[in-house]
């Protein structure tokens, strides 16, 4: 025990170390030499917390004198406490000889005693601090009430420190209003994980960077609890072994805990500890449940306030849970004490946390009640919730917890539900048959539940697969009127009907691109958000990111953002569900010429599908790096992904929106790779419907050039260039523009291949388009369009500067912050027209405004850009990314 002692003649300290300092906790010493600047300081944390060595450690290198009073153990007489706390005193303050012990009387005076206590105090030369040690052990409520007449008191020179297991009423709000009251609690004597790996180095332990930080887990920081186990470290042959299962079962921890924690708590107390260690976190309510009587609120709230291990998780101080070490012996000693019960408790805990509507714990206590057919069925009847609630990896868990032998019916439905959420939707479809004969046979009260789930996961199911009469079937049975009127039904009805706009919406976008699918999906996003489903939401969300991918970049690329910042905001940023957001957003990166910006994007896009492998996501995964590498000349590299592309797009059962983009771009790479005999083998397979796209009629033109036929090339492109085509968009007609000019260069026609680039850089001029001059190799096209013979000088020079390498960086950087003033909406209109050939009455005619109002927007634009002419404004307007947004309608 502590027994610090200064002399009168300033002789050293005397300490007895119980144990030996091994490191050097700089940082807590700073921590109680800032403390000791005010009047009072409490040290007030758990036992073996290191309060004591703290205090040891502090006294060391103190050069003032030090009177300490050791409060014994259950200390109930107020006379002894004050007699030891004179004495104390009056050996730090006599300047010659040793001061008499003072005696005990019958007739104790508390007043009169502290006021010898306060006199001897004011009566020293020298800055004395008092250090009262175990308060906690003092159960005297006259002597706590004297020792705050004592502490609000204390003379100008005198300093107290107080330490103790759990926080004591000393009424000492005056001294923290006045800024004289320091404390340090338990989370500022917690080991750090470096001192953890200091300490175990100072023990002579080696253990892995990992092993040291899995121990501090354990411990959370608890110094004796580290003590403990490096004691048992010291001499064991498998030092990582043993941290893998180290917990408070550990003999010499239980010891400690039981010593001083368990047993020293009253017997109502220590039966609530054990009955709810089975607990992750426990409240008042539940506890009342598992101890089968009131008052349990109240009871937490003591040992929290006491430092009993028992941890308060909210602000409201309604939810506990245990000290790892401490819930790990609690544990032992509910198997070892009430082993006929447990199940029992697991039971009760099911039912409180199911009439609460916390179904995956309720679950988890029905299985450690080893109830697994109650636990299968909780499972099934819940898997539709469950699934909407973005938990169908936790789902999957509680499968994997069921012994062999209990492969219940039910779980049929939760493994299709595992194996779609993956991709697997052969195994998703032969476990959903599984399920729906199981449903047929369950009682009526189940099945429209079940049936429910099924029908969900087969809407999923075709959705995956592009399957638009399998979508509409499903979302049919979905939409139809719930029977009941209870508040469950009318929310079931609401589940029911986000999933099917989300679905449909999905499946609109994805297999036939129709515009039908941006209003649905918006829809089924607010009401999600109306209902709380945050996971339909976000699936909402990024697919509306993909279904904008026919709207300007700008729009596209601030709804992916928009959904990648709610998915992150619930945890779920690198989840499956939002990567239709990412690799849409990496395309666009692509396709703006931002070729690093667009492979993080795409980095990011891989890690979230790493659990998934459904032939969806990964076809337009795989496309969009096969731009990024022919964008980049990596053609063989380019080839491997398009292909892979085209084969997950012959996996799927309905059309894809990209499917002639992903059949187009593969054999025009072919072509460029030397093999157009391959490529026009495989584009004379394609069906009439498909051969007349325009993205299959571009590549049928590249193949025609790299056979030698230019004047075969400008024929493919024809239908492209005057419209009769059909197309993804306005870049498969950009790029139809760009192989014309490399076809009418092949035939010597210079001029024309002027022409031909000058109409792709005036489509490409809004959005700033890339991606068509770099997959098509046009970089020597467009150095031999002299500068005077176009109206997009600028993009040109980007446009290069990107083929060229020379810039590429610079242009995934911000762009420069230039002293401007913004611009209003109707200037920047107006700014958005600049670029093009059109007059200033031709503009107006645009805009549905007058000349006049056209006029004036330019010269405030002149004005705020500071430039002087109509070219200089637009060179500006690139320069601030003013530019970037949506062509004009």
Known sequence: MLDVRRTDQGRPLKVARATPRLIDRSDLLAAL???????????????????TSLLRAWADRQGQRLAVVQVQRDEQDAQQFWLALLDAVRHASAMTGRAEPSAATPDFNAAAMIDRVLSELADARTDITLVIDDLHELNSPEALAQLTRLLTNLPPHVHVVLTTRHDLRLRLHQLRLAGELAEIRAADLRFTERETRLLLDASGIALSASGAALLHLRTEGWAA?????????????????????????????????????????????????????????VNGELADVLTGRPGSERILLELADANAFVVPLDHERAWFRYHHLFGDLLRLELRRTLPEEVAALHRRAAGWFIRQGRVVDAIRHTQAAGDWPEAARLLADHSFSLTLDGQAQTMQALVRAFPQGEDHPELALVRAAGDLVQGRLDEAAAYLAVAETYAETAPPDRQRRLQVAIASLKLSLATRRGHLAGVVEQVRFLASPVTGRSDEDIALGSDLRAVALMNLGTVEAWALGLPDAERHLRQGAVLAREIGRPYVEVGCLAQLGFASKIDPFTTTQRRCRE???????????????IAPALVTLAGTMVWLGEFDQGERWLRRTAQALQTDTGPDITLLLHHTVGILHACRGRRGEALEEFSAAEHLRSQLEGSHALASQVTGWMLATQARLGRPGEARAALEAIDDERAGSGEIRNASAVICLAEGDPAGALGALQDVLDGTAPVIGYVTVVEAHLLAGLAHRELGDQRGANQAVERALALAESDRLVLPFAIT????????????????????????????GSSGSA???????????????????????????????????????????????????????????????????????????????
């Open 563 to 577: 959904a990648i910042a709610v998915a992150e905001r619930y945890g779920w940023g690198a989840e499956p569900v």
């Open 777 to 804: 190799f046009s970089r020597e096209l467009l150095e031999a369009l002299p500068r005077h013979e176009t109206a997009h000088a600028a993009l040109l020079t980007d446009i290069l500067d990107i083929l060229r």
């Open 33 to 51: 030499d800032r403390a000791a600047t005010r009047k009072v300081t409490i040290i007030s944390a758990p036992a073996g917390s290191g309060k």
């Open 225 to 281: 609890g580290l003590r403990l186990a490096a004691i048992s470290l010291a001499g064991h042959p498998d030092p990582e072994r043993f941290v893998a299962e180290f917990s408070g079962s550990d003999r010499t921890v239980a010891e400690y805990l039981i010593a001083e924690m368990l047993e020293r708590q009253p017997a109502d107390v220590q039966d609530l500890l054990l009955r709810t260690s089975l607990l992750d976190r």
């Open 811 to 889: 242009r995934n950087q911000s762009p420069p912050l230039l002293d401007v003033q913004e611009l209003s909406p109707g200037e920047l209109r107006v700014l958005r027209y600049l670029p093009t050939n059109l007059s200033r009455p031709e503009i107006a005619g645009e805009l549905s405004v007058s000349l006049n109002t056209v006029s004036t927007h330019v010269r405030s634009i002149y004005a705020k850009l500071q430039v002087r002419d109509r070219s200089s404004a637009v060179q500006r307007a690139r320069e601030l990314r003013l530019l970037a947004g949506g062509r004009p309608r």
